[in-house]
C-alpha cells in the first residue's frame, strides 16, 4: 500500500451572486466556514494545507452539498513551486 502526500494548499471560494444563505457549508464544514448575521458564509483567507485530510474532506463536503453551487475548492501553488 503506497503513501499518498499532498503538497500545496487550497482555500475555498464562494460565488456570492450564487449564494443564497441556506447555511449548508457551515454545517458540512464547521472549522473553515461560519457564517454572517444574515447567513451567508464568512471564509478564511488563508489557505490550508492539502496535509490536512480533515479539512480538505469537509471542504469537499461543503462544495458538494451547496444547493446552489456557490462553492468550490481552489488550489493555491505555493511561492517557488511548479
Given at each position: 500500500?503506497?503513501?499518498?502526500?499532498?503538497?500545496?494548499?487550497?482555500?475555498?471560494?464562494?460565488?456570492?451572486?450564487?449564494?443564497?444563505?441556506?447555511?449548508?457549508?457551515?454545517?458540512?464544514?464547521?472549522?473553515?466556514?461560519?457564517?454572517?448575521?444574515?447567513?451567508?458564509?464568512?471564509?478564511?483567507p488563508e489557505p490550508i494545507p492539502l496535509a490536512d485530510v480533515g479539512a480538505l474532506t469537509s471542504a469537499r463536503y461543503a462544495e458538494r452539498g451547496c444547493p446552489r453551487q456557490a462553492l468550490f475548492i481552489e488550489r493555491v501553488h505555493e511561492p517557488g513551486a511548479r
Open positions: 500500500m503506497g503513501v499518498i502526500r499532498r503538497h500545496g494548499q487550497f482555500v475555498i471560494r464562494v460565488n456570492p451572486i450564487l449564494c443564497d444563505g441556506f447555511g449548508h457549508c457551515a454545517e458540512l464544514a464547521p472549522e473553515i466556514i461560519h457564517l454572517d448575521e444574515w447567513g451567508y458564509p464568512v471564509i478564511e
